[in-house]
C-alpha cells in the first residue's frame, strides 16, 4: 500500500499569509502525527492525534497553529499569520495504534516564509 | 522539559570504520527508538527498545538501551558508504505519550 504522503511538497507564503498543510496517513493507521523539523534539528513534536481527537497538542508553539482530523483520517495543520520563524519542514508520521510503536513518515512540506 | 540529547554532533569515518552515536535524555523513558534519515529525505524507522539493558542487533548494528534506561547507543561496525545519513533517538518518557527526538548525529563516511 501506498505510505504517508502530504501535500504541497513546497509552500512559499509571505509573512502574515494563511497556510493550510495537508497529511494523509498510512490507511487504517489510527495515530497521527505532526513535527517541525528546522536544519539540522530533530524533528520537533507538535500534535498528536488518536482518531478524531487531538490526544496531545502540548506541542504546537502558540495559538497561530491548529490542526484538525474531523474523520480520522487526513489531518489538516493550519498556521495563521505565518511568520518567518514558522519556516521548517513539517512532518506527519503515522501508526497503527498509539504511541510506543513505529511512526511512518511522509516525506514533508517544506514552508518559506518571506 | 524533557530534553534529549545526542553526542557526537557529526562524525566523519573511513569506510569500514566503526562508528556509535550516544543519546541521553533528561528523564527516564518508557522506551526508546532509533531513526535514520538520509540528505533530502525523511526519519525512517529502525528499532524500539523498552526494556532495561536491552540490546538488539540488526546485522553490522547493535542498539543498547542503558540501565537507568535514561541514554541508548547505536555502534555499526565495518561502515559502508550506505550508512550514510543522520540518525536520531527518540524517547518516550513516562509523563507524556509524544515522543521526543534527540539532535541527532550526521554519519559521513568517505569511500
Known amino acids: 500500500g501506498a505510505g504517508v504522503s502530504q501535500t504541497p511538497s513546497n509552500k512559499v507564503t509571505e509573512k502574515g499569509k494563511y497556510v493550510e498543510l495537508r497529511c494523509d496517513p498510512i490507511s487504517g493507521h489510527t495515530a497521527l502525527y505532526w513535527y517541525r523539523q528546522s536544519l539540522g534539528q530533530g524533528p520537533e513534536f507538535l500534535i498528536y492525534?488518536?482518531?478524531?481527537?487531538?490526544?496531545?497538542d502540548s506541542g504546537l508553539p502558540n495559538d497561530r497553529f491548529f490542526a484538525v482530523r474531523p474523520e480520522g483520517s487526513v489531518s489538516t495543520l493550519k498556521i495563521q499569520r505565518t511568520e518567518r520563524g514558522d519556516s521548517a519542514v513539517y512532518l506527519c508520521?503515522?501508526?497503527?495504534?498509539?504511541?510506543?510503536?513505529?511512526?511512518?513518515f511522509g516525506p514533508g512540506t517544506r514552508l518559506t516564509v518571506l | 522539559g524533557q530534553q534529549v540529547m545526542q553526542i557526537p554532533q557529526y562524525q566523519h569515518v573511513q569506510e569500514g570504520e566503526d562508528f556509535t552515536t550516544y543519546c541521553n535524555s533528561s528523564t527516564t523513558l518508557s522506551n526508546i527508538q532509533w531513526y535514520k534519515q538520509r540528505p533530502g529525505g525523511h526519519p525512517v524507522f529502525l528499532i524500539q527498545?523498552?526494556?532495561?539493558?536491552e540490546v538488539k542487533k540488526q546485522k553490522r548494528l547493535t542498539f543498547q538501551f542503558g540501565e537507568a534506561k535514561k541514554n541508548s547507543s547505536l555502534h555499526i561496525t565495518a561502515t559502508q558508504t550506505t550508512d550514510v545519513g543522520t540518525y536520531f533517538c527518540?524517547?518516550?518518557?513516562?509523563?507524556?505519550?509524544?515522543?521526543?527526538f534527540g539532535t541527532g548525529t550526521l554519519l559521513a563516511v568517505q569511500p
Open positions: 508520521a503515522s501508526s497503527p495504534v498509539g504511541t510506543g510503536n513505529e511512526q511512518f
Open positions: 527498545l523498552v526494556k532495561s539493558g
Open positions: 527518540a524517547g518516550k518518557g513516562g509523563a507524556t505519550n509524544k515522543l521526543i
Open positions: 492525534f488518536q482518531g478524531t481527537g487531538a490526544a496531545d
